[in-house]
């Protein structure tokens, strides 16, 4: 049975910083390029990030870049996002999700072979 169970969430302050997880089971981690989605309040869905399989490859969108840092641990499955400097807009649901190419770079989850259900970041003063 294939699970990614998404943790690290919750409520920080401007500027602060939180690490996402997402642990995987059940299919090749490594043989799988992992993403990062997230769904703002009353909003669609956003690409974050992507990173290859064996994580030597890592993309971004415009709105996270050069403040957030994908990663991957295929020895222990689990996907990262280390999120620095946030703003009141990366409020949101982060998924993790996973596709065998690299490329897909899609906002809508159901391009995804797999996803997670997601944790909520909060950020506020």
């Known amino acids: 049975q294939v699970q990614l169970v998404e943790s690290g969430g919750g409520l920080v302050q401007p500027g602060g910083s939180l690490r996402l997880s997402c642990e995987a089971s059940?299919?090749?981690?490594?043989?799988?390029?992992m993403t990062w989605l997230r769904q703002a309040p009353g909003e669609g869905f956003e690409w974050v990030s992507s990173?290859?399989?064996?994580?030597?490859?890592?993309a971004y969108a415009d709105s996270v870049k050069g403040r957030f840092t994908i990663s991957r641990n295929n020895a222990k499955n689990i996907l990262y996002l280390q999120m620095n400097n946030l703003v009141p807009e990366d409020t949101a649901v982060y998924y993790c999700s996973a596709a065998t190419s690299y490329y897909v770079r899609s906002p809508s989850p159901y391009d995804y072979d797999y996803r997670g259900q997601g944790t909520q970041v909060y950020v506020s003063p």
């Open positions: 990173t290859s399989g064996a994580g030597t490859g890592a």
């Open positions: 059940g299919f090749a981690f490594e043989d799988y390029a």
